[in-house]
């Protein structure tokens, strides 16, 4: 999916980079909030400290990371990119 994205992203006026060093900017402040908001609920759901709960995702980020299911994440973005030429 990331490689056909780029595919997609270079047909505009824009390169791929450009266009993700962009959309990172933007994002990070929420991605910030949502990642600490997601690893303190997950350390208190666990009876362990955030740092505790770090150095576990960090131990198991591949594994994590190969969970992450796009079409729940974000179905509109999963739809699109699949059907997309």
Do not use: F, W
Not at 20 to 44: C, F, N
Not at 55 to 82: C, F, H, I
């Amino acid at each position: 999916m990331y490689a056909k994205s780029r595919i997609i992203n270079a047909r505009g006026p824009y390169s791929a980079d450009k266009l993700e060093e962009v959309m990172y900017a933007q994002l990070k402040p929420s991605m910030e909030r949502t990642i600490g908001d997601t690893t303190t609920d997950a350390a208190t759901r666990n009876g362990m400290s955030v740092a505790e709960a770090c150095q576990e995702l960090v131990a198991s980020a591949e594994e994590a990371a190969q969970e992450l299911d796009l079409s729940r994440v974000n179905p509109g973005l999963y739809e699109a990119l699949t059907h997309a030429q």
